[in-house]
């Protein structure tokens, strides 16, 4: 069974700082897609990136990066320039035929 | 375009009541999944409908049980609830069973 391990229950970073949150997975598939999604207080799920385990480059969204090691089961989420609005619980989700979530980070932006 | 939508956002039943949840699908979406998001944990996986049928789904009991109808929009039915169903429940809508997710605002559910 696939699961997924967030081992950073809390972060905080100060504004403008970069801060990594790391996630690590289980799984003996090959194709698979890996997510980053963020869940602000208001408790709507947001998409932040999305990575397909087939390709070698890591995805980038504009402020948002990951470092994806495809042996090592390793997917991190880099936040550049960190906004206080980027203060919520962000969750590393695995999807081979259902999508797993890990237990999430809550990052914390202090201006 | 209109994003995943919940109803109700909230939700007060007492135990061995029945509830049913409501999701509409975003626009040119065919599949719809079903999570359960506990507080302080991450969702948990119910189940996924894809194009009316049941395509997955995760470790609950028969008393969770869904429907998809043909515009896509789906029903989540919750039978003889207990007191540890009480959690947020989360939609999303995806234009294949194995394409991003977007998820809705959710509905809080509380079992008295």
């Known amino acids: 069974a696939q699961t997924v391990t967030q081992s950073q229950p809390e972060m905080s970073v100060q504004e403008a700082e970069t801060v990594t949150l790391s996630c690590t997975y289980d799984?003996?598939?090959?194709?698979?897609?890996l997510f980053w999604y963020k869940q602000p207080p208001s408790r709507q799920m947001i998409l932040v990136i999305r990575q397909e385990a087939y390709k070698q480059q890591n995805a980038t969204e504009n402020r948002f990066s990951v470092n994806f090691q495809k042996a090592a089961k390793s997917f991190s989420l880099k936040i550049s320039d960190s906004q206080l609005g980027d203060t919520a619980m962000y969750f590393c989700?695995?999807?081979?035929?259902?999508?797993?979530f890990g237990a999430g980070t809550r990052l914390t932006v202090k201006p | 375009e209109t994003g995943v939508t919940q109803s109700p956002t909230h939700l007060i039943k007492t135990r061995g009541q029945q509830v049913t949840l409501r999701c509409s699908s975003q626009s040119g979406h065919n599949t719809v999944s079903w999570y359960q998001q506990a507080l302080g944990q991450g969702p948990q996986f119910i189940f996924q409908y894809y194009r009316e049928e049941e395509n997955g789904r995760g470790n609950f009991p028969p008393r969770f049980s869904g429907l998809q109808f043909p515009n896509y929009s789906s029903e989540l039915n919750v039978n003889a609830l207990e007191l540890d169903d009480s959690a947020l429940y989360l939609c999303?809508?995806?234009?294949?069973?194995?394409?991003?997710?977007?998820f809705g605002p959710g509905t809080r559910l509380l079992v008295l």
């Open positions: 999303a809508s995806s234009s294949d069973w194995q394409e991003t997710q977007y």
């Open positions: 799984t003996s598939e090959s194709n698979y897609y």
């Open positions: 989700a695995f999807m081979y035929n259902d999508m797993r």
